[in-house]
């Protein structure tokens, strides 16, 4: 009876467990674009006005090619606080690398550019973490700095512990983990960075143009809160 009335338990927790804690599926964030240039699940904001799809266009093979200007960004429908992000960007070839990066928990108005956590992918910078617009995170003394812009307000930034970025043309791969307070960055299998204190807010995921091309592509999300 003892035995019977232990398996009946366990299997109430399991299911019970199961039911209100289901295991989260990466989600593919690059699905398709209208004939507007629309991606599914995402809006645009510009420095200038102008549609998505001027700036941000998916081809044929999945590549999101972000041609750069005017400068801005597409940002998720959703907002997100705890989660892991997956995605490959690269400089295309043949072509000098610049600027571009990936901004984390956005919140508030729309503008160049704001509130957030960036996980920078400037060329030689790739791995640096940046608080933008007064966004709080924490580090190694020797390795933060912040700084009160004139026009982008309160700016920290943590270097990456070393750089493993690969020259243009080929796929850079990011990983980053967004849990609770710390936030952890990996380039192509490597951690490079881990920022804590971080503000345990959900917000906009956001993939920025910066002034340069740059390629994204199997952007997959998986959230875990």
Request: hydrophobic share 35%.
């Amino acid at each position: 009876m003892y035995c019977r009335f232990a398996v009946s338990v366990a299997w109430i927790i399991v299911t019970f467990a199961g039911s209100v804690v289901p295991a989260s599926e990466p989600q593919a964030l690059l699905g398709s674009q209208d004939a507007s240039g629309r991606l599914s699940g995402w809006k645009s904001f510009h420095k200038t006005a102008v549609q998505s799809g001027d700036v941000w266009r998916l081809d044929d093979d999945g590549v999101l090619i972000c041609k750069g200007t005017p400068l801005g960004y597409i940002y998720t429908e959703k907002d997100y606080r705890d989660f892991v992000l997956e995605l490959q960007w690269r400089w295309p070839p043949g072509k000098a690398p610049g600027k571009g990066g990936v901004l984390l928990r956005t919140t508030g108005p729309n503008k160049i550019w704001p509130k957030s956590l960036e996980a920078q992918i400037n060329a030689g910078d790739a791995g640096d973490f940046w608080g933008l617009a007064g966004y709080q995170l924490r580090g190694p003394a020797e390795r933060l700095t912040s700084l009160n812009h004139p026009q982008f307000g309160k700016l920290t930034n943590l270097k990456k512990t070393q750089a493993v970025e690969k020259p243009p043309g080929q796929w850079n791969h990011y990983k980053i983990v967004a849990r609770g307070e710390t936030v952890t960055l990996s380039i192509n299998g490597k951690q490079v960075n881990r920022a804590v204190g971080c503000e345990p807010v959900a917000g906009r995921i956001v993939l920025t143009a910066e002034g340069d091309e740059i390629h994204f592509r199997n952007v997959k999300l998986t959230p875990t809160k």
